[in-house]
Every structure is written in C-alpha cells, then in structure tokens.
C-alpha cells in the first residue's frame, strides 16, 4: 500500500508538472485591469464665531474623535542665532503644562482618559493635534485649547529640553545617513533659512522669554486652521468650539516675517565626511520646484520612472543589474512655501564608491536626452493613479488632507483634478520637464565614507572640500 501511495504522488506531480508547462507564465508588466473609479470624499468648511476656519468630516465607525490645529510657523522663523527655538518651543508646550496645570498632571489625567494631546513644529508648519474617546471629548479638548492657546512654559521642562538637543547635536555624527541627509540640505539650501541647524551656541542660547515670545508672536486664531474628524454630532461640536475658542480677537493683524525664495543657483560642488565605515553614503543634488509649477505633472512622472520605486532606472540598473546597492533612488520633494528640492541617494560598498557616483549620474542623465518608453510612461501613470485613493484611508486624513490645501494656498479642487493632470502627461512632457529640471552637472554630492578605500579619487569628481565633523561644525 505504501508503495502504491508513493507511486501515485509521483504521477501526479508528473501530471501538475506538464499542466504547467502548457501553460504561458502570466508577466504582471502586460497584465491588463479595469480602471478603479474613485470620488474623493468632501469635508465641510464652516468658520467659527472668532473666525477660525474648521473642516468637519463625520464618521461614526469608531466612538473617536481627531482634531489637528495647523499653525502658519516653523523654523524657518527662527530668530538669528537661535537656531532650534521653533523645535524647542513645540516640544515644550506640551510638555511642559498648559492652562495652570503642571505636565505631570496632564500626562496622568490625559491616559487615564485613554487620549492624546500632542504638539509639534516642522520648518513650515506647527501643529497641535489631539485623539479622544467621544465620551473623554468635553475634557481632552479643553486640555488640546490650553496646550494650543496657553502654555505653561515650565523653567525645568525647558532645561530638560535644551539638555535632550544638546545631546542630540552630540550625537549627530554617528550616522553617516544623517551626517549625509543634513550636509546635503544645508549645501543646497545655503543662506536660506531652510539650510540652518541648530549648534550648541543657539540651543544654549535659548531662554523662556524667547519661548513665550515665539508663542505669542504666531499661536492666533487668525493663523491658524482646524482639522476634525469622526464621532461627534455636527450641531454640538461647532457649538462646543465656539465656546472653546471665543469670539473674534481685537488684536491687530497678524503680519507674517517675509522668508524670500532661496536663491536660484545651480553650482557644482563636491563634500566630503570622512568615517571609518565600509560602507559609503552617497546623497547628491539640487534646488526643485514649487507646487505652482504647471511642470508638476510631467514632473511626477519623471519622478517615478526615474528613481520612484522597484521598477525606476536608478534601481533596476544599479540594485538589480550592477549589484552595487540594496536601496538606491531618487525624489523631486515639491515644495510647499519654499522651493523644494531634487535628490538621488544610494549607499555602496566603498570601493564601488565611484562607480555608483558615476553610474547614477549616467542614468540621471539619459533621462534628459531621449524620451521615456511607452511602458514606462504607461506604467508610472497607472501606478500614480490608481495608488491615489491610499492618501483617503481614514477621516482624519481625509479631512487633513483639505485643510492642508488652504494652509498652503493650494487650488480648492487641486485633488479633483490630480488624476487627469497625470493622465494628461507625454512621453514629449517627461522629457522637457527632465531636460528642464534635472541638472546631473551642478549637483551638490555629498559622500560619507573612507576616501582611502574607493576606487577612484573622490576629486575625479572635482574639487573636494572636507567637512569638520568634530562635535558641531554648523554656523
């Protein structure tokens, strides 16, 4: 019996195996679906008795409310030489009590509530954000107001903080990533706000009055727009808010600091950290664009086919056919506020160090020479289109998603119409838009890396300027 079970299992792998080579292997790049059709969600915009401007999307799947406060701020901001103040100060207020109530009681009344107060400030944007129970809202949001309105500014929870970034800037070299990543933003950004890091000069420089006078100057309800999502009832919350927040400010109008556009220059320049790794980090690049640019489209595109994923240029050739890198690629970050930026990165072994160099700029390139396939095109549209619904999983990133396109001055149906523009775009548009903006010859290259053990001298590049690693070069 034994034998005979035996002697059937290898009739039918014999037979499964013939089946299978009959039959044509199926090749996802040809594979053919139906169009997925998708309407984008609305969030209704009301304006609240002081004037603040609110978008509300109901859900009532989960007994949650979101709310996020997006404050016109950021680093950018940042006082000549007080570098970190902006960062320092988001942390704190938070942290450091709101409304008269010590932190400590804040932090034990908001978990025994189950909710979360927690606030923030980026180089363009501050924000408060909150996450409660419907049941805990009445008592979170008044905690989410005091910490938004009214800070404490505790002395110890200051020096705390200071101490935190300050050992933070300690530690800042350790990661030939982040020596890479932050060398690269300052070179790209030079003599712009947006190219300034903290030192331990401006941190330490940094006192409580220089707090309270950062959150005086920008936390208004006339800078500000809130973002609220899931269970609540729509009559009672605007009701709730209006009494939360008040009527209308007689302060005078708010007049934001003019940040200018960084420069517009595209110069070459060759930095290099040295590190005793085996492993070199290779970040090169330039100024980009701005969300008003009619070039935003093809430019997305570009994007992807280049260096946005498994299938782009710069991975099929250097991670897949060259084997010099697991992770390499490429990202236009279109800016917001400010001119954003274009940035290839990859990490090789170092003695391929040069070889990557040159290879990623071979490719980047190409791009500016001949037109894209129509697979390629093909391929990037359908992925940019179809992966668009991924931006709308929750209420809360629905409803943050409308109220960051008032934020940044973005056009009311900008989503609405994101889709068509991407399918509107040519093969003829990809390449303007790469012979336009990508320029391989005026890249800041920055490498981390043990100079001794590449394969070419990294002045083949051109001219080489070392960076100081020791503690804190920045000024």
Avoid at 230 to 236: K, S, V, W
Wanted: aromatic letters at 8%.
């Amino acid at each position: 019996m034994k034998r005979l079970i035996i002697s059937l299992c290898f009739i039918l792998i014999a037979i499964t195996s013939a089946f299978a080579g009959e039959q044509k292997l199926a090749n996802p790049r040809n594979m053919s679906f139906p169009a997925l059709t998708f309407e984008i969600p609305k969030a209704e915009r009301i304006v609240l008795e002081c004037g603040l401007p609110v978008y509300l999307l109901r859900d009532t799947e989960l007994p949650i409310v979101s709310m996020t406060a997006m404050i016109h701020t950021g680093s950018v901001y940042d006082p000549a030489g007080k570098s970190g103040l902006a960062s320092i100060t988001g942390t704190v207020m938070r942290s450091g009590g709101a409304g008269g109530v010590k932190s400590e009681q804040l932090d034990d009344e908001l978990e025994f509530m189950a909710s979360s107060v927690e606030s923030n400030i980026s180089s363009d944007m501050g924000t408060v954000s909150l996450t409660s129970l419907t049941k805990n809202f009445d008592r979170t949001v008044k905690i989410f107001r005091d910490v938004l309105l009214k800070p404490d500014f505790n002395q110890k929870r200051i020096e705390i903080t200071v101490k935190q970034v300050i050992e933070g800037l300690r530690r800042q070299n350790d990661d030939p990533k982040e020596i890479a990543g932050r060398e690269l933003g300052r070179a790209i950004y030079a003599g712009h706000p947006l190219g300034v890091v903290p030192t331990f000069e401006s941190v330490a420089s940094i006192k409580r009055q220089d707090l309270l006078d950062f959150h005086r100057r920008f936390y208004r309800l006339d800078n500000m727009i809130l973002a609220v999502s899931g269970d609540f009832e729509r009559d009672a919350l605007i009701k709730e808010l209006n009494t939360i927040f008040g009527t209308a400010s007689k302060k005078d109008s708010l007049v934001l600091p003019t940040i200018p556009q960084p420069k517009q220059e595209f110069l070459a320049e060759v930095l290099y950290a040295k590190k005793d790794v085996n492993q070199s980090v290779i970040r090169m690049g330039h100024l980009g664009l701005t969300k008003d640019n009619p070039d935003l489209y093809a430019v997305r595109i570009l994007d992807y086919i280049l260096g946005g994923g498994f299938t782009s240029r710069l991975t099929t050739e250097i991670r897949t056919n060259q084997g010099l890198a697991y992770s390499v690629g490429s990202h236009f970050d279109i800016g917001r506020l400010f001119s954003g930026s274009f940035i290839a990165e990859t990490e090789t072994k170092a003695e391929s160090t040069i070889k990557a160099i040159n290879l990623m700029k071979e490719i980047i390139t190409k791009m500016t020479k001949e037109p894209v396939s129509d697979q390629e095109l093909k391929a990037a549209k359908e992925y940019m289109i179809n992966s668009f619904m991924f931006g709308f999983t929750s209420p809360a990133s629905i409803v943050s998603q409308r109220a960051r396109l008032e934020y940044y001055g973005y056009q009311a149906d900008y989503l609405d119409k994101y889709r068509d523009n991407i399918a509107k775009v040519s093969k003829e548009d990809v390449l303007k838009a790469a012979q336009k903006y990508l320029k391989p010859e005026a890249f800041k290259l920055v490498v981390v890396g043990d100079a001794a053990r590449f394969d070419k001298p990294l002045s083949s590049q051109g001219t080489v300027r070392e960076l100081d690693l020791k503690m804190n070069p920045a000024k």
